[in-house]
């Protein structure tokens, strides 16, 4: 089994920052992409970031120059540290990873996180 645990989400105020943290964890061979999907109210799921196992790294243009994508292979955890904060990217963030359980699985499985809100206040 494969879980996804998120943390850091919350309320601030526009111009503020947060740090958002996925934690993988179970029985995982290994991690290709991590990414960060944002959910606004009444809207679709969203990209906001991803990053592959060689840290590349794409960003929605929304939110390219104030949010950083990271990942610690080592603990199997991506961060999203979100800064300047805008009241536009209030939503709950979804934390999606794509796992390969064992050396002879073929092909990568996408795992979700359960969400965390995110606020920003004006």
């Known amino acids: 089994q494969v879980q996804l645990v998120e943390s850091g989400g919350g309320l601030v105020q526009a111009g503020g920052s947060l740090r958002l943290a996925c934690a993988v964890a179970?029985?995982?061979?290994?991690?290709?992409?991590m990414g960060w999907y944002r959910q606004a109210p009444g809207k679709q799921r969203d990209l906001v970031a991803q990053?592959?196992?060689?840290?590349?790294?794409y960003y929605a243009d929304s939110v390219l120059g104030r949010f950083t994508i990271s990942r610690d292979n080592a603990e199997d955890t991506v961060y999203l540290q979100m800064n300047s904060l805008q009241p536009e990217d209030t939503g709950v963030y979804y934390c999606?990873?794509?796992?390969?359980?064992?050396?002879?699985?073929?092909?990568?499985?996408?795992?979700w996180g359960q969400g965390t809100q995110v606020t920003v206040s004006s």
């Open positions: 999606n990873v794509d796992v390969r359980r064992s050396s002879s699985d073929t092909y990568y499985v996408p795992y």
């Open positions: 179970g029985n995982i061979f290994d991690i290709s992409v």
């Open positions: 990053i592959t196992s060689g840290g590349n790294s």
